[in-house]
C-alpha cells in the first residue's frame, strides 16, 4: 500500500528546527515535521510554582501548555472554543510530564520553565513535534540561565523526543500525517530520550485491539526514529 | 521486596462485582477492588448524541463521565474544586474509547448510553475498576434494551477489562494500590478485550525510563489479570 | 387515600444509618430512608476558612456541600449540567445552617468540618437525610477530634434532624417519597433539635396557600419524627 | 427595648410605591421601605419559557431575578463578585414562587413575564419588598398584556406581599431593618396571599432554636402587615 | 432635517444632577440626560488596588464599572447574560481613563476609589452621562475623604466630563438620543477636561468614512457642550 | 529627540507581508512591521452567522478574532489568563468593525468571513498590523470564493489600513513601537480607506489632554502613512 506522500513506512518527514524564533522568549524553536508547524518557546520564571511553594517544597519545576491557532485545522475553532479544550490539556500535561523526566528540579533551583507549543499549522503528530521542539526551547532557556548566573549547574540530565506510529491500511507506519491519521486502526505515540529508554507509550486501538507483536515493532521504528530527532536536536543546540 | 498488602507480584487484590444497586439506572454495578469501590451506572438516552445528529452520521454512542466525590481520597477536594478537573476528563475519555471498542455503533441504533462512574472510595487503580465495571452496566443497559424492544440485536461484540501494573521498588507488580502508586517507578494501565488483544496501553516512566523487556512483561501479566476479570464480569453478567 | 407505599399519615419510612463506610474520611454515615440514600462524610481541616482568617474572627465552622450523583434520579444529569446546581447550593446552605445550630464555634477551635452529603439515589427527602446523616458524621468527626487531642471539649451541644411534610390528596402526610413529592400541594421540611425546638421551618405552597392551623399540625408530626430519628443517632453514636 | 428606628414591635416602615418609572417595561414600580429601595420590573416575553416549549407544556411562565447595586450596601461588591450569587439565587427562585403562586397559567397564555427586582438601597427585608413590589409590577404588565390583547382574560388570581418578622434582643418585631437584622436571633419571612393565607412560611434559628408558639406570634403579625401592604398595592392599581 | 426631539442639531438634552442619593456609598450622582437615567456611586477602599500592591507602586487608583440593568433597554438582557458583556468592559474601561486623567494618584494616598455606574434607563449616551455623573460621584468621595481626614490635599486637578455627536441623517448632531443613534452614520464620543482639551476622541463611521473636516466641526460642539455640563457640576458641587 | 529606532518622526517601520502562509486557510497574511508579528486568516463559512439567521436578515457578515501567543510580549502569559481578556475582545471588535466598513454585505451573501488575527511577536501597533495584514487575508478569501463560484462579484468596496501615532517625550511620532508607546503621552489609532477617509479615529490622553491641533496633525500624518500600506496591499494582491 502506497502512502500519500509516497514515504517509506518507517519513513518520517523532513524536519526542520529553527532556534531564537522570538524576541522576548528565554529559548524558542519553530519546528516543522511536513505540513505541522509547532511554535515553541520557553519562558523562565524566577519563582516556584504556587503548588510548590504552598507545600514547602525544594527545587524547580518544568510545565507545559500546548494550543492551536484557530485555523491550523481543516476546520476553524475559535479561541473561545477552545478554552476547556480536554484534547488540549490531555496533551499539555503529555508534554510537561515528557520534558520533566529529563530534568533534575533541584539543580534547576526555585524557577519555573513554562513551554509554550501554539501549533501553527496541524498535518498530523503535533504532539510529538511539540515535544521535539519544546526540548530545544527548554535547553536554550537553561543555557540562557546558565549564562545569566541563575543556575551554575546544568539541570538537563538527557535529550528526550517523540514520534508518532501506527496501523493503517494493514502496514505498520511511522509519523503518520493528518491524512494517514484519520483512517489508522490504531495509534500510538512514543516518547524516547536519548538514551533509548521509552518515557511514555500510549498506544490506542479504538477500531481495532491490537496484539503484543505489533507494539514491539512499532517501539523499534519510533527507537530509530527518535535518536535522530535528538541528533538534530544536538546539532540545532551545538 | 514484601507489598504492603503482603500480594504477591502477580496478586489481583479481591474483587466483589454487585449489580442492580440503583433503582433508576437502566444497568448498574458497584465494583469494588480492595479498598477501590467505583459506583457505575448506565443511563439509556433515547438519542443521538448532538454532534452525531448534526453530522447526520448514523448510528449510537457509548459516552463516559468519571468522578470522584470530595472525600474519595486522604485529602478532601470540594466538587467545585472539580469543574475543570483535567484528571478526571483524561480517564473519561479513556471509559469511552475502552467500552466503544467492543460496541458495534449500527446495532446500537440513534441511542446514546452514558456510563457514569463515581468513586466512593479510591484506593489505586479507580480507572481500571471503572472500566471493568462500567463494561457490566453497560452490558445490563444493553440487555435492558433488548428485553424493551429498543433494539432487535446485541451490539456488545467482546468484553473489556482494565489494570494496572508498574514497577515498584525495583518490582513489576500488579494492580498496585494507593501507597504502591505514590512510590511507582512506572505505571502502566492496560485495557484488555475479551480475546486477549490489547484495547488501550499506557505506559509512564516520569521518575525513571523504562525499556522495551518491562513493558513486554507487565503486558503479560495484565493480559492473564484481565481474562480472569473478564471471566468474573461473565460469571455476574449469566 | 392510601399513600403508595401503604404507609400511615404519619409514618417514616424504615431507616437505616451505617457508619465508617469510607477509609479516608474522619466520620462517615451512610443513611437511608426508604430508597433514598446519602453518603455523608465528615473532614477535619486544620484551618479556619478563609473568611474567618481575613476577618480575624476566633474560633471554627462547619459547612456542607450537597451534590447528587448523574444518575440518583429518574433523568440522568451530567456532573457539568450540575456545575452551578441552584438547588443543591441551597440545600447545601440549608445542611450548613442546621449543623452549625448545635455547634459551639469556640470550643471547636481553629478547625472548620466540611460535611459532603453525596446522594448515590434520590426518592424524596433527601435534604433531610443528608442533614440526619450529616449530624452523626460530623458528631464521629468530633469523637475523632477529642481522641486525637484535637480540641479538648466537646462542641456539639445538641442533636439535630430533619424531616419533610406535606399536603398530598388533601392529608397531611409526614416524609414525602418521590411519588408523592411530584404531586403535592403542599411541601414542608422541619430541622428540629434535640431539645424539641425548631431550627428551620420551610413551608412552600406553590400549588395552594395553606393556613396556619395546616402548619401547626404538620410541626407537631414533625417534632415526634425527629424525635425518633434523634433517638437512632443517638444509639449509633453509643 | 426601643427598636432603633423607634417603631412599635409590630409597626412597618413607612412604605412608598411610585409606577411607570420606566418607559420600556410593560409594567414598573420603585418600592421604598424605609431605607430599603427595590426597583421592579416586569418585561413581557411572547414566548413560553424554553424548557416548556421542550416539553410540550401549555400556558404560560413567571419568573424573577433578584440583584443588588454593587452599592446597595455599606461594603460595595462587584458585578463580578455577583455573577453566581448563591444568596441572590435563591431570593430569586423564591420571588418567582412567591409571584406564580397568585397566577394561572393557562390563562396567560404562551408567554413569559420576567420580574426584574434591582436593589437601589438595601437596608433589611429586600426580598419582601422585591415581592410586593413585584407584585405590582406584573399586575401592571397584565393590564398592558389585556390592553394589547394579548390576552383576554386576567390571570392573576389573588394578590400576594411578604414581610419580615424576627426575634431580636427577646421581643418578636415585624419589618427588621438592617441594624436589627444583624442581630436577630430568629428571623423570618412570610409571603402571604390576599386572602389572607400562606404561600411561604422561612424560619431560620441559627443563633438560637425557636418554639411553635413564638412561631405562631409572627404569622399573626406578618398577616395583618400583608393586609396593609395588600391594601397599598390595590390603591396603586386602580 | 428634524430631529426626533425637536432639538436643533447642537442642542443638548435637559440634564438633571441630583446628589447623595445613596445611603451608603461616599459619593453619589443620579444624572438624568433625556431619557438616559444613570446611577453613579462612588466607594472609597482604603487599599490598593492588588495590581499595585504586588508591584509595590506608590499612590491610588481610580476604577469605574458600567452596567445596565436587565430592562434599561427596549429589549430584556438578563444579568446572566451581561456576565462577559464585551461592550460594558469597553466602557468600564473608558469611564476608568476618563475619570483617572484628571487626579493626581500620589495625592490620592494608598486608596481606591470605585465608581460604579449603573443605568436605570438607556436612551442613547449613557457612557458619557456615566462620565459626566461618575465625576461628581467621585469628586464627593474626595470631599468625604478631606472631611474624614483620610486625605490631606485635594487630588482631583481638573473636572471632566463627555458627550456623543455623530453623523445623522447627513446633519452634524449633538448629544443622540436612541432613535437617533440607530440610524447614525458616523458616531464620536468624545470626553473633555475642565481646561477644554481632549482626553479621549473615539469616533466610528461603520456605514460611511467620514472626512477630517467633520470630525474638527464636531470637535468644536462637544468642547462647547462639555464647557456647560463642567459648569452644572460645578453649581452641584458646591 | 531621536527615536530609539533611529527613525524619523512621520517614518513607518519596515513592513513585510506574507501570503498563503497557512495549508488550510482560504486566505492568510503573516505582517510584520518591525518587531510586530501577526498571522492573518480567513476562514470562509458558508453559513450566516446564528444572530443574522435567527433575525431572518440577508446578507453576510465579516467578523475578527485578535489573540496573543502566550510569549508574544516581554511578559508571559498563559492561554488560561487571556480566557476574558477584555483588550483582546475590544481590539477583535475593533479589527471586525474595520474590515465590515468595506465590505457590501449583499454581494457576500449568505456567508461568514472569519479573520483570525494572531500575534506571534508583539512589538507596539498589533491592533494596527491586524486590520492591514487581516484585510489582504480577507480579500484572498474573496477570490478564493470568486473562483470557486461561492460568490459572483466582488463584495470588497475598497481598501482598509491602519497605522498608530501619538506624543512622545513632545513629539508627534508615527508607528510607536512598544519602547515608545510605554511612554506615549497620547496614543491613537487611525483606521484609513483606500479612498483617504477615515473609518475610526481613536485618540486616547490619559497622560495628558491632547488640543485639536495635534489631532489633526497626526490624521494627516496617518492618512500618508495609510496610503503606503494600501499601496502595498495592492502589490500583494496583483
Not at 506522500?5 to 529553527?18: A, F, G, T, Y
Not at 522570538?22 to 524566577?46: H, P, Y
Request: one cysteine or more.
Amino acid at each position: 500500500m502506497l502512502r500519500p506522500s509516497l514515504r517509506k513506512p518507517n519513513q518520517m518527514r523532513p524536519v526542520s528546527l529553527e532556534t531564537a524564533i522570538n524576541k522576548w522568549a528565554e529559548g524558542s524553536c519553530l519546528i516543522k515535521m511536513g505540513g505541522t508547524q509547532v511554535l515553541c518557546t520557553a519562558s523562565v520564571d524566577f519563582n516556584q510554582p504556587v503548588w510548590k511553594r504552598m507545600q514547602n517544597k525544594s527545587g524547580g519545576w518544568v510545565t507545559a501548555e500546548y494550543s492551536m491557532l484557530p485555523r491550523a485545522n481543516s476546520t476553524r475553532k475559535s479561541h473561545d472554543a477552545m478554552t476547556h479544550d480536554n484534547r488540549a490539556v490531555e496533551i499539555s500535561r503529555l508534554i510537561g510530564r515528557a520534558l520533566r523526566s529529563v530534568v533534575d528540579m533541584e539543580k534547576l533551583g526555585r524557577h519555573t520553565i513554562n513551554i509554550d507549543c501554539d501549533v501553527l499549522q496541524g498535518d498530523g503528530g503535533t504532539r510529538c513535534a511539540a515535544i521535539t521542539g519544546g526540548f530545544i526551547a527548554m535547553a536554550l532557556a537553561v543555557k540562557w540561565m546558565l549564562a545569566n548566573d541563575r543556575i551554575t549547574e546544568n539541570p538537563i540530565m538527557d535529550n528526550v523526543a517523540a514520534i508518532s506510529a501506527g496501523l493503517w491500511r494493514g502496514d505498520l507506519v511511522l509519523d503518520l500525517d493528518y491524512a494517514e491519521d484519520c483512517e489508522a486502526e490504531m495509534d500510538s505515540n512514543f516518547v524516547v530520550s536519548g538514551s533509548g529508554k521509552f518515557i511514555e507509550v500510549q498506544s490506542t486501538g479504538e477500531q481495532h485491539p491490537f496484539d503484543q507483536e505489533q507494539l514491539i515493532q512499532l517501539m523499534d521504528m519510533a527507537r530509530t526514529a527518535c535518536a535522530q530527532l535528538i541528533s538534530l536536536q544536538n546539532q540545532v543546540l551545538e
